[in-house]
């Protein structure tokens, strides 16, 4: 339960990043807007784990950054600013099937009942929503979403996959970091001087810089690391709740009956999911071992254990001073 409640603030707070990037920041800047989002929240990080890559995760850190921070952000951005908050928002909900089937040839976490059905429950929630959505519908705006939706799937599944070998804050760090170094001279060939910022961008670059940043990739990549990437797949459906909500509420748009059941489905979605605590791995996969039987070797006559059948003289060696020490 606390490694759900901590990933599911990565969702909440990015559903509401679909309003704060319409509403308060500069429109015709996505790679100035990626960057602005990304460089700024990885040197925070970094100045809080105060760590640095080592070896393989200097090229680890700029791949993970190119798919999770820079080629997101951007193509994010974009949707944002030409599709309204609940479309842009809810597209996103297809990332739990997609995590999933990477997750299974990836890492070999193979997707139970439960995250199939959520899966389900989801995507046909967004068909209800998508389909019945008010105001116009921008060909490139869902382009730039379904495509963020893909690198992102598989940038997080990567990211899984290489959970273990560094702390959470520490690779969160270095991704946004790489993300917004890589992203920064491309925005300053196509886009040129950096936009103006008044009062209210500036805010919304905090918001959008630290709480959906910062803090919800880490809490994001703790989840993967800590929970089966279905389960967080699925959490990450709390997106578009967030988004459809902050639309209807704050945004004055209009939700309508077949939204309302898509919304629920959502829900059910969510539910579905978080019951499984662990994941299914497929059968035989390379690195799997089965669990190792200690057998206790029988004392001879002087006390020290006699050799087992299967040929383990060392136990013996060590025990009479024979043998190698401190193997």
Not at 86 to 100: D, N, Q, R, W
Not at 307 to 322: M, S
């Amino acid at each position: 339960m606390r490694w759900t409640l901590t990933t599911a603030v990565a969702p909440v707070a990015w559903g509401a990043t679909y309003f704060v990037t319409r509403e308060f920041l500069p429109a015709g800047n996505p790679l100035y807007g990626a960057v602005i989002r990304a460089l700024p929240a990885g040197l925070l990080l970094l100045a809080v784990c105060r760590k640095l890559p080592r070896g393989s995760w200097w090229l680890k850190s700029l791949v993970l950054g190119a798919l999770n921070m820079s080629g997101f952000f951007a193509l994010v951005y974009v949707a944002a600013q030409r599709l309204p908050t609940s479309m842009a928002s809810i597209i996103m909900a297809v990332v739990p099937l997609a995590m999933m089937l990477l997750a299974w040839g990836l890492v070999g976490e193979r997707p139970g009942s439960r995250h199939l059905a959520g899966a389900g429950a989801g995507i046909a929630g967004v068909c209800l929503m998508v389909f019945t959505a008010t105001g116009p519908v921008d060909a490139l705006g869902i382009l730039a979403s379904v495509a963020a939706m893909g690198v992102s799937s598989f940038g997080y599944v990567l990211a899984k996959r290489w959970s273990g070998e560094v702390d959470v804050l520490a690779s969160t760090g270095w991704q946004l970091t790489g993300g917004g170094l890589l992203l920064l001279p491309f925005a300053v060939l196509t886009e040129g001087a950096p936009p103006s910022l008044d009062g209210p961008a500036l805010l919304g670059f905090a918001y959008v810089t630290v709480v959906a940043t910062a803090v919800a990739f880490a809490a994001w990549f703790a989840g993967l690391a800590h929970l089966p990437a279905g389960t967080v797949g699925l959490l990450g459906l709390l997106n578009p709740v967030t988004g459809v909500l902050l639309g209807v509420l704050i945004a004055h748009e209009t939700l309508s009956g077949r939204q309302m059941c898509g919304l629920l489905l959502t829900l059910c979605g969510v539910l579905l999911g978080r019951q499984t605590a662990r994941p299914h791995r497929t059968p035989g996969r390379a690195g799997d071992r089965a669990p190792e039987q200690t057998v206790s070797p029988t004392p001879d006559r002087t006390g020290v254990p006699a050799p087992d059948r299967t040929g383990h003289r060392e136990v013996v060696e060590c025990a009479r001073g024979d043998g190698p020490v401190g193997r």
